[in-house]
């Protein structure tokens, strides 16, 4: 099976930190790799596309690198609102997968 | 700007069938830049992918998680508006909140649009 795995699981951290969040992928394709926002009770939300392409709308503070079966978001300068669970997500042949997800939770 | 209203029982008795629409406004489900689809989040758990649909020319073609394929059926209707999801004999493990989406055909299927969910719970 195809698989996306997240580390850390969970990060504690305070306003104005950098969070780095590290998604695995079993099986290399092409360098496309989603990240979504989910606060508490709400759906998720896209924040970027294709490894680093920032959605519209998303604060710049928000960043994506990585390519082949690693990529990495990067929060820089966390913000109160920023304190919520990431999920990454893949493409394979059809198939949409997620990732486990991090939450992010205020230190 | 595109929106998407999940609606449906939000309560289903084991074994039958669950029968969800989702609404599409300010965008069309003929748009094929875009793949529309259903994802689901059991209940402090993480999300699954569970199925989505484009055209090509006048073709539905749809993809389904490999996991529900045997109890699940994603169509449209005829005004082009409604994405419709039937999944057959369920079990209390598909308690979720089901949430409908709009995906980027052209960046790996990227949710970039979702709808505010809809919880639906299996139980007698």
């Known amino acids: 099976d195809i698989q996306l795995t997240q580390s850390p699981s969970f990060v504690s951290a305070s306003v104005g930190d950098r969070v780095t969040i590290t998604c695995r992928a079993s099986?290399?394709?092409?360098?496309?790799l989603a990240w979504y926002q989910q606060r508490p009770g709400k759906a998720p939300k896209l924040l970027i596309h294709?490894?680093?392409t920032l959605q519209d709308g998303v604060p710049s503070r928000f960043s994506g690198s990585g390519s082949g079966t690693e990529f990495t978001l990067t929060i820089s300068n966390l913000q109160p609102e920023d304190f919520a669970t990431y999920y990454c997500?893949?493409?394979?042949?059809?198939?949409?997968?997620f990732g486990p997800g991090t939450t992010v939770d205020i230190k | 700007q595109v929106q998407l209203q999940e609606s449906g029982p939000g309560l289903v008795k084991p074994s039958e069938t669950l029968s969800l629409t989702c609404t599409v406004s300010?965008?069309?489900?003929?748009?094929?830049?875009?793949?529309w689809g259903w994802i689901r989040q059991p209940p402090g758990k993480g999300l699954e992918w569970i199925g989505s649909?484009?055209?090509?020319?006048?073709?539905?073609?749809?993809y389904y998680n490999p996991s529900l394929k045997s109890r699940l059926a994603i169509s449209v209707d005829s005004s082009k508006t409604q994405l419709s999801l039937k999944l057959t004999s369920v079990t209390a493990t598909d308690t979720a909140m089901y949430y409908c989406?709009?995906?980027?055909?052209?960046?790996?299927?990227?949710?970039?649009?979702w709808g505010q969910g809809t919880l639906v719970t299996v139980s007698s």
């Open positions: 294709a490894a680093f």
């Open positions: 300010g965008d069309s489900i003929r748009n094929n830049n875009y793949y």
């Open positions: 997500q893949r493409l394979y042949d059809y198939e949409v997968i």
């Open positions: 989406g709009r995906l980027l055909r052209y960046s790996a299927a990227a949710v970039d649009s």
């Open positions: 649909m484009y055209y090509r020319g006048v073709t539905v073609i749809t």
């Open positions: 099986q290399e394709t092409n360098n496309y």
